[in-house]
């Protein structure tokens, strides 16, 4: 942690005075000669490759907070979100966290997910999950525009139905994981699913 902390700090100080010297240039640097220009850019470049590298620290610590709060089920991790919200807000919620709405694939990680949310959000409660028919109705799709090959519907409810107005999807814990066509608009907690690289 104190190395990550080191690399950041000097990072930041390359960043500023390159920065810096681009701002405010010296009659050296106007007079450079072609051993000093290559001299820059190979500190730039070093400074460049530094910068990625925190960036790629900074994804994998947020990825393994990620996974500490929420649950690994077959090489990605859930972390539930108990605030209520229409699919649309959970939605864009889970990319700014660097994730998708959960979408399960299987029935095996349907039971876990059907089980974390009864764990992390409690009996009985419903998830938006990153499936509707937006597109088409009754075309059922994941967030990247595949069609689901999975499915989970529950059967009691005729669901889904044929109805312009039910485009996206829950997995309702209260049914044992299974899927309800919805309201876009209705509020419901979510699951956000991360892909552990």
Not at 31 to 39: I, M, S, Y
Not at 50 to 66: C, G, P
Not at 68 to 77: A, F, I, P, S, T
Not at 167 to 193: P, Q
């Amino acid at each position: 942690m104190e190395f990550r902390r080191t690399c950041l700090v000097f990072g930041i100080l390359l960043l500023v005075n390159c920065s810096f010297q681009q701002a405010f240039p010296t009659k050296r640097m106007v007079k450079k000669d072609e051993g000093k220009g290559a001299a820059i850019e190979e500190l730039q470049k070093q400074i460049n490759d530094i910068v990625q590298d925190l960036n790629i620290m900074k994804e994998q610590q947020a990825l393994q907070s990620v996974c500490l709060k929420g649950v690994k089920v077959h090489g990605k991790c859930f972390l539930a979100e108990p605030l209520k919200k229409s699919y649309h807000t959970a939605f864009d919620d889970c990319i700014a966290l660097g994730g998708v709405l959960g979408t399960p694939l299987s029935k095996d990680q349907n039971d876990q997910l059907s089980d974390y949310v009864h764990q992390s959000i409690g009996p009985g409660e419903q998830i938006w999950l990153g499936i509707s028919d937006m597109v088409t109705e009754g075309n059922w799709m994941d967030q990247t525009g595949n069609s689901i090959l999975y499915k989970n519907w529950d059967s009691g409810s005729r669901s889904p139905k044929t109805d312009r107005s039910q485009n996206c999807v829950i997995l309702s814990e209260a049914t044992g994981g299974k899927w309800l066509d919805k309201n876009c608009r209705e509020e419901k907690a979510s699951v956000c699913e991360f892909n552990i690289v």
